[in-house]
């Protein structure tokens, strides 16, 4: 059983931080890729991802402003999301590709969302 937990959410005025973190834990062989995801209304979106390498990638939105990294020996992935702005506004979901040590099986897991509201 493969597990995903986000934190870090919650509410900040425009132009703040906050750093997410998602840790995964279980039966967990390896980890191929990790991102996160965020859900407004009406719209849903890959805002980074992160491979074993190393290799990152961001929408466009956040480019300049948010961070990805992930600390392999914890398998726990972070967004650090500087200058936030309204439209920041989403629940925010990470996912994993990994090979389960239990059944050997690859798949993509996904975390339960943490909100995070950016308003004055």
């Known amino acids: 059983q493969v597990q995903l937990a986000e934190s870090g959410g919650g509410l900040v005025q425009p132009g703040g931080s906050l750093r997410l973190s998602c840790a995964a834990s279980g039966s967990i062989f390896t980890i191929y890729a990790m991102g996160w995801y965020r859900q407004a209304p009406g719209k849903r979106e890959l805002v980074a991802a992160i491979t074993s390498g190393g290799s990152t990638n961001y929408a466009d939105s956040v480019k300049g402003r948010f961070t990805i990294s992930r600390d392999s020996t914890k398998n726990t992935l972070y967004l650090q999301m500087n200058s936030l702005k309204p439209e920041d506004t989403a629940v925010y979901y990470c996912?994993?590709?990994?090979?389960?040590?239990?059944?050997?099986?690859?798949?993509?897991?996904w975390g339960q969302g943490t909100q995070v509201t950016v308003s004055s």
């Open positions: 996912n994993a590709d990994l090979q389960d040590s239990r059944v050997g099986v690859r798949k993509v897991y």
